[in-house]
Nanobody
Framework: VQFVESGGGLVQPGGSLRLSCEAS????????IGWYRQAPGNQRELVAQ???????KYADSVKGRFTISRDNAINTVFLQMDRLKPEDTAVYYC???????????WGQGTQVTVSS
């Protein structure tokens, strides 16, 4: 199982970024896929999830600003982040599950920094 995240960077408050995560080593279309983030000193948290039938749910802190989507043809999940805030600063990761815990394997993540 492998996850490769990309698309992070430095952006000003109010700006946008689009993250991508390419997965391999499992049958992507069977799994629910989540975007997680971890800020310094904090635990990793789930911010958005898309089920295998493309239902979505979001953490309250990002609802209305972030949009998760998936393309099963290329085993990739996306996170469109708009109206970014400094508190969105974190390393962002993706992972997959079948309704319980995600895989033990994690990618390197992609750093998102929101600062003026």
């Amino acid at each position: 199982v492998q996850f490769v995240e990309s698309g992070g960077g430095l952006v000003q408050p109010g700006g946008s970024l689009r993250l991508s995560c390419e997965a391999s080593g499992f049958i992507f279309s069977y799994y629910h896929i989540g975007w997680y983030r971890q800020a310094p000193g904090n635990q990793r948290e789930l911010v958005a999830q898309i089920t295998r039938v493309s239902s979505t749910k979001y953490a309250d802190s990002v609802k209305g600003r972030f949009t998760i989507s998936r393309d099963n043809a290329i085993n990739t999940v996306f996170l469109q982040m708009d109206r970014l805030k400094p508190e969105d600063t974190a390393v962002y990761y993706c992972n997959a599950d079948l309704g319980s815990s995600p895989f033990d394997a994690w990618g390197q993540g992609t750093q998102v920094t929101v600062s003026s």
